[in-house]
């Protein structure tokens, strides 16, 4: 019994780490997005942001409509979402990725952001790009090309199309801590090209609401993004460590 408890301690501790990790929304997050959809299978939900005082919430902006994929959610790749069980986002499948994700850098036309927007910015121009080939090593990766010699052997999406939905893009850090080839890319907040279209999965709303994200996002902040189904969020939210049902417009 001796020689065996020490073997049965080294199993059981990893493995309550690693499910602590995987569950609860960090700590130093004290900017949070929260989507909340009402199924799977829904293109259709609302926002909230949600601002931190030391473990006190409180609502900032919300409810504010926005779109998802056209095919609705699957379980994304982020902070939390990985480990569940049920749909699985994939590339090109429709779907936007449910979980929680960190929130990346703001990807812009212009040389600055709005007044009153602090938060790490690129601007971009023809030579930027996000790979959304999964045979590429820069798969789910920002990167700068040779607009004059563009790769011809990958598929990728351009950053400066001239569209006005992509005017403003904030990065959405699903399946980016590596990324898996085929498990998603280019996910992004954006503006949305009409109120009946959605996305292929990413989160669109209207420019004013997006513009308004924008100037709320601080670094320091640590901001994150929740994108949950109804039922999902009222079952898991203390588990993840997750504001109240109410703030979120749940009862």
Not at 77 to 104: C, N, T, V, Y
Not at 225 to 239: C, E, H, I, P, Q
Request: proline share 10%; glycine share 8%.
């Amino acid at each position: 019994m001796i020689r065996l408890r020490p073997l049965v301690l080294s199993i059981a501790l990893p493995l309550v780490a690693s499910s602590a990790r995987a569950a609860a929304l960090p700590q130093d997050c004290a900017q949070l997005i929260v989507g909340i959809a009402p199924d799977w299978n829904s293109m259709r939900g609302h926002l909230h942001l949600l601002e931190k005082t030391g473990d006190k919430w409180r609502v900032e902006a919300g409810p504010l409509p926005v779109l998802f994929g056209k095919k609705g959610l699957a379980w994304g790749s982020g902070i939390a979402g990985q480990d569940e069980q049920g749909l699985r986002k994939h590339e090109r499948d429709g779907r936007a990725p449910a979980g929680i994700f960190r929130i990346g850098k703001i990807y812009t036309y212009d040389a600055s952001l709005p007044p009153g927007a602090d938060y790490p910015f690129h601007q971009v121009s023809e030579a930027d790009i996000w790979s959304d080939d999964p045979r590429s090593p820069n798969y789910n990766r920002h990167v700068v090309i040779d607009p004059r010699n563009p790769p011809d052997n990958y598929s990728h999406e351009k950053m400066r199309p001239g569209d006005f939905a992509y005017h403003w893009l904030i990065e959405i850090r699903h399946n980016s801590d590596p990324p898996i080839p085929g498990e998603g890319s280019a996910i992004f907040f954006h503006i949305r090209r009409g109120v009946n279209r959605p996305t292929t999965g990413c989160t669109t709303m209207a420019e004013e609401d997006l513009v308004r994200m924008i100037k709320w996002l601080r670094a320091p902040a640590h901001p994150c993004y929740a994108l949950l189904t109804a039922g999902d969020y009222s079952a898991k939210w203390r588990a993840w460590n997750l504001p109240p049902p109410d703030l979120v417009g749940l009862r």
